[in-house]
């Protein structure tokens, strides 16, 4: 199992729309969560972190954390088209902060 | 200017040959990392370093290594370059206290 599964994409949905985005996560210790967004051959950069079990509301960003679960997932509301983009899940590697698992990435199209 | 920085951005070169891709950040943090991201693949980590006395292999660091020659400074080898080394690279650094990663722009590599 891969540390880190994301939702196999890609993910299309009209402007709008509530898109979400899904991940799991293998090692249990892990306390750091973090999704990025990464447009076509720029670098990522992050949207969300998470820390604690709930949701946690950033504009049209909500990040949702359940350890028990060991999932943790990014909801995207009134979807823009500006959002379309690979959306990457990372997870701290054990205790030590810094050392990122990323996931495959979804690719998410939100067309107009 | 960008926090971290990476040189070269592109850079093509034939099977064999030495490469060498460096990196500089202005964020003054001590953790640096190097990824490489392959298309579906997402983002692996070869190597990082927790300060420049400190050097840690990742994931997939066999035929690379680095050299931390200040804390700011963080360079990826490649000794013997071959083409399916072709890709993505990318320079990071972490926020100590929340681990978050700052990205350079990437180095695009090619080997022929």
């Known amino acids: 199992q891969k540390e880190v599964e994301q939702n196999s994409g890609p993910l299309s949905v009209p402007e709008g729309a509530i898109a979400s985005l899904n991940c799991t996560y293998s090692d249990r210790v892990s306390q750091s969560f973090f999704w990025y967004r990464q447009y076509s051959g720029k670098s990522p950069e992050l949207i969300m972190s998470i820390y604690s079990n709930g949701d946690k509301e950033d504009g049209r960003f909500t990040a949702q954390l359940n350890k028990a ?35 495959r990435g979804t690719q998410l199209t939100v067309w107009p | 200017d960008a926090d971290v920085t990476q040189t070269p951005r592109n850079r093509i ?41 400190d050097i840690n292999k990742g994931e997939i660091s066999d035929g690379y290594s680095v050299s931390r020659q200040a804390q700011a400074k963080f360079s990826l080898s490649l000794e013997s370059a071959i083409p399916n080394q072709t890709a993505l690279y990318f320079c990071a650094t972490s926020d100590p206290g929340t681990g978050e990663l700052f990205f350079g722009e990437g180095s695009r590599l090619t080997v022929l």
């Open chain 2, 13 to 53: 070169t034939k099977t064999g040959k030495r490469i060498m891709l460096e990196c500089s950040q202005t964020k003054g943090h001590d953790r640096m990392y190097w990824y490489r991201q392959d298309p579906g693949l997402g983002l692996r980590l070869i190597y990082y370093s927790f300060d420049v006395k």
């Open chain 1, 69 to 103: 679960s060991q999932y943790v997932s990014l909801l995207i509301r009134d979807s823009q088209p500006s959002d379309s983009a690979t959306y990457l899940c990372a997870v701290n590697r054990g205790s030590t902060l810094g050392r990122l698992y990323f996931g």
